[in-house]
């Protein structure tokens, strides 16, 4: 009895030490070598354009770990293609306004509450890295299909998708809406899943999580 005790005791102060918990994979998944992600806010300074101010970092589940756990729990339920993550700052009126269902009401904020993403293919020409868009996330059309699914619901809103208006007004046409109506810096996560998006499927993930 008092050796299993012992190593009951011995079992709990690792944990104590290492702080036990889930193991998440550390391999960076940076998908297609001749593509990058790149972010957006509302109130992001300049075009909403692929430029070197607004990459993102192709990164790990386990990294995404020390964000957010809920979110990596998620994500390593998933067959991950790429997953790319950034901070990004809400602090800039947009000086336009956005839309997102909270639960009982449409509610009507400042366009820099919105956030997205883009999917890029680039060159380089005379020694300038030259980037072209390829894919909205989300988005019904360009680059083909961006099925997103919600990994931050309490975080983030986004739009459902089809493209008549649900019963509440909102359809694909409009943009995911940071719900806390904080400013500060937040976390930028975005996965591509390898199935491909269906009707009921999604083939993106898209969480914000506050720093």
């Given at each position: 009895m008092k050796k299993l005790l012992t190593l009951g005791l011995g079992a709990l102060l690792a944990c104590g030490v290492t702080a036990c918990g889930p193991s998440y994979s550390k391999t960076v998944l940076s998908g297609d070598a001749d593509k990058v992600m790149f972010h957006y806010v509302g109130g992001y300074e300049g075009s909403w354009a692929a430029t070197s101010k607004n990459t993102m970092e192709a990164t790990?589940?386990?990294?995404?770990?020390?964000?957010?756990?809920?979110?990596?729990?998620?994500?390593?339920?998933?067959?991950?293609?790429?997953?790319?993550?950034?901070?990004?700052?809400?602090?800039?009126?947009?000086g336009w306004d956005a839309k997102f269902w909270n639960g009982t009401e449409s509610v009507t904020v400042d366009g820099k509450y919105t956030v997205k993403s883009i999917r890029s293919n680039y060159e380089t020409v005379d020694g300038e890295v030259v980037y072209g868009s390829f894919q909205w996330i989300p988005n019904p059309v360009t680059g083909g299909a961006a099925h997103v699914e919600n990994l931050s619901e309490e975080t983030l809103f986004i739009p459902p998708w089809q493209e008549e208006a649900d019963e509440h007004g909102f359809d694909w046409s409009m943009n995911p809406v940071i719900k806390t109506q904080k400013e500060g810096k937040y976390q930028l996560i975005v996965a591509q899943y390898s199935a491909e998006a269906t009707a009921d499927t999604a083939n993106f993930g898209l969480a914000v999580v506050a720093k």
């Open positions: 790990s589940v386990a990294e995404v770990a020390k964000v957010s756990g809920d979110v990596a729990k998620l994500l390593s339920k998933r067959s991950i293609k790429y997953l790319y993550m950034a901070e990004i700052t809400v602090d800039k009126d947009a």
